[in-house]
Structure formats: structure tokens, C-alpha cells
């Protein structure tokens, strides 16, 4: 599924007020998976939005937010530059699925991407217009009518089975069991009905 860019943002104060025009000298100090990993190697950059705001862009799947959730700090003076104290300095972050779940589930949902899943942006811009469910998108599809055990069918297949099995010939008998044919007569399935105790039992498919 197509995974959208999340933005994180975050705020840093200079003496109580703003820090301004800061980003050039923001890094993050740590960044690590809550199991302790070092993920700071593939640490995104970190952007001004402004008004003492930053903001940096992960997207799930991607380094170094394809391994759950991320704890980190950032460094907002790493070279001195911005004269910060270090109360204001250094600055917790967090990414987290939550997040990016709750992202996902307001967004307004008009694409399908290659894997049939629905995504947009938080704009509602359409990402891939020729995109679309056709009307006649079942009849198109060619799946072979299955027989023999369902252990290895797909499941287009075992819907097929279940076609066949109310719209085909299928055939009960006492002894021989539920027999289900294929559109030209031959057996597909048969399932063995027993009886012990007045209890009549229907085996599985095979």
C-alpha cells in the first residue's frame, strides 16, 4: 500500500520566545526504535515552518521509520550558533504508528494504487486520475474453476467453489457424499457425509 509522506512537527524557544531562522544548525542528537536501535544514521532533515516552529517528513516503511515507533532528540545549537541554553537546546521527539494510522484514516480516500488500496493527500489531491473500479471489473477476471483439495486455492478460487456449489449440478447421496461439478459435469469436490450416533457429519472438501 502507497504510504504517505508524515510531518512532525516541533517547537524551539530562544530566551523564552521564538527561536527564528534556526533550522541550519538543528541535527538530531538521538534517534532510536523503542527497542533501543540506533536509527540515527538515517535521520530525515529538519525543515522551518516558522515562528519558532520546524517541522522533518518521515514516511512508514521507509528509513528510518520502517521498524515501529521512534523516540529522539534534537540537537537545536549543534555548533553553538544559535546561542541557546541548554534548557532549550536539546528537544524530545517522538514518531508513532498511532500517528501515522490516524493519518491515514482521515484522509480523504480517492486513489487505488497498484495494490487496489484507497489514499490521498490531506488536500484531496488526486494522485492518479486514470485510476478507477470499472463496473464490469468481475467479468473480467479469469480464474479456472477449482477441484480437488482447497488447501492450495486462492481466494478467488474458493468464491468460484461457492458459485459452483449452488449454481452447478451438485449431487447428495447417503453413501457417496456431496459431490460438486464443474460447468462441463466433471466432479470438482466431494465431501463424505458419516453418521454415528444420529449425528450426520460433513467432511471437508477434497
Do not use: H
Not at 19 to 47: C, H, K, N, Q, Y
Not at 133 to 138: E, M, P, S, Y
Not at 162 to 171: A, Q
Amino acid at each position: 500500500m502507497a504510504n504517505s509522506v508524515m510531518t512532525i512537527p516541533f517547537y524551539a524557544a530562544k530566551d523564552g520566545g521564538p527561536l527564528v531562522g534556526g533550522a541550519a544548525e538543528m541535527a538530531f542528537e538521538s534517534l532510536l526504535t523503542l527497542a533501543g536501535v540506533d536509527r540515527s544514521a538515517s535521520a530525515p532533515a529538519i525543515s522551518e515552518i516558522g515562528g519558532g516552529w520546524y517541522a522533518f517528513n518521515v514516511t512508514y516503511g521507509t528509513a528510518p521509520f520502517e521498524a515501529g515507533d521512534l523516540v529522539g532528540v534534537i540537537d537545536a545549537d549543534k555548533d553553538g550558533t544559535n546561542g541557546l541554553a541548554d534548557a532549550e537546546r536539546y528537544i524530545p521527539v517522538e514518531v508513532r504508528l498511532d500517528f501515522y494510522a490516524f493519518r491515514r484514516l482521515t484522509e480523504k480516500t480517492v486513489e487505488i494504487d497498484g495494490m487496489g488500496c484507497l489514499e490521498s493527500d490531506m488536500a484531496n489531491n488526486v494522485k492518479a486520475q486514470a485510476a478507477k473500479l470499472a463496473a464490469d471489473g468481475w467479468d473480467a477476471l479469469a480464474i479456472a474453476e477449482p477441484a480437488g483439495s482447497p488447501n492450495g486455492w486462492t481466494v478467488g478460487q474458493k468464491l468460484i467453489w461457492l458459485v459452483m456449489r449452488f449454481l452447478n449440478e451438485t449431487s447428495l447421496d447417503a453413501f457417496d457424499g456431496i459431490r460438486v461439478r464443474k460447468s462441463d459435469g466433471t466432479v470438482a469436490t466431494r465431501q463424505v457425509v458419516t453418521e454415528a450416533n444420529g449425528i450426520k457429519t460433513v467432511a471437508r472438501a477434497q
